[in-house]
């Protein structure tokens, strides 16, 4: 990243205890954002770690690549990580991911792609079509997802935690993001929704992870009815929308997949 430009996109990715994963995770996703002449600032944040994350990230910069460490010092949640983070966004775009390449490099620039592309602020995401889950993760996102249809109405996704999720970055700070914990995800979908933003959807395969243990637990689920509650019901949600009533970019869904043309994603999200 030239200090002295803007880069064209801030990607924000909370590590906890990936060390394992970072050296093979990390060099790819530069590499694909290079060869595609976009301009990168990685932003890691060591969240919380207890393992040797933080000197991974140090040595990766070390190496050369486009990145700015953020430290956590104990963990609180994915979503703490990724506040964190998002306060050092400078790019155009600002985009969440995480850790673990369970996206494709190739996949991220394409989300990216959509959303810079659009024509009009958009919110860009993957979609994962398949995902290489173990039985735990797949039946908290099947429920998790299903309950998310049915007490919000029209939320244009059926995925989603997938990510990254890229949009304007200006947006995604009027956003006044709050969940410090997995429910961010859902924060920026239903925020999202509120300000009318199309959405476009990249369809990707969901990888296996590329080393470490996944964080994702039964007591995700707590975690979840409770967020879930005081989203549906509660006084911040409510005073959030009083705030930026009148506020909207236009159709609030458009949908796109991963076979169609670049040229067909593009012009899906301009109409």
């Given amino acids: 990243m030239n200090s002295a430009t803007i880069p064209d996109v801030s990607i924000v990715i909370p590590c906890y205890n990936e060390e394992e994963c970072l050296n093979d995770t990390i060099p790819p996703l530069a590499e694909a954002f290079h060869k595609a002449g976009i301009d990168l600032d990685l932003i890691l944040v060591d969240n919380g770690s207890t393992d040797a994350t933080g000197a991974v990230i140090d040595q990766l910069i070390a190496d050369g690549l486009p990145i700015r460490k953020v430290v956590v010092p104990a963990n609180q949640g994915q979503g703490l990580g990724f506040l964190s983070g998002l306060e050092q966004v400078t790019g155009r775009y600002a985009a969440n991911f995480c850790a673990d390449g369970q996206v494709e490099p190739i996949d991220v620039v394409k989300v990216y792609q959509a959303a810079a592309g659009a024509g ?43 990510n990254p999720k890229v949009l304007p970055t200006d947006i995604l700070k009027q956003m006044e993001l709050s969940a410090t914990d997995w429910f961010v995800e859902a924060e920026v979908m239903l925020k999202a929704r509120h300000l009318q933003m199309p959405t476009i959807e990249i369809d990707v395969f969901g990888l296996a992870r590329e080393g470490g243990q996944s964080h994702v637990r039964f007591s995700a689920v707590v975690e979840f009815l409770k967020n879930i509650a005081i989203y549906r019901f509660g006084g911040p949600w409510r005073d959030w929308k009083a705030r930026n009533v009148g506020e909207g970019y236009g159709p609030s869904s458009l949908i796109a997949h991963r076979d169609e043309e670049p040229e067909a994603r593009v012009a899906a999200g301009a109409e």
């Fill in 120 to 162: 009009r602020p958009t919110l860009a995401k993957a979609r994962r079509r398949y995902r290489n889950d173990n039985w735990v993760r797949k039946v908290i996102s099947i429920g998790y997802n299903g309950m998310m249809q049915v007490l919000f109405l029209g939320l244009p996704s059926i995925d989603v935690n997938g």
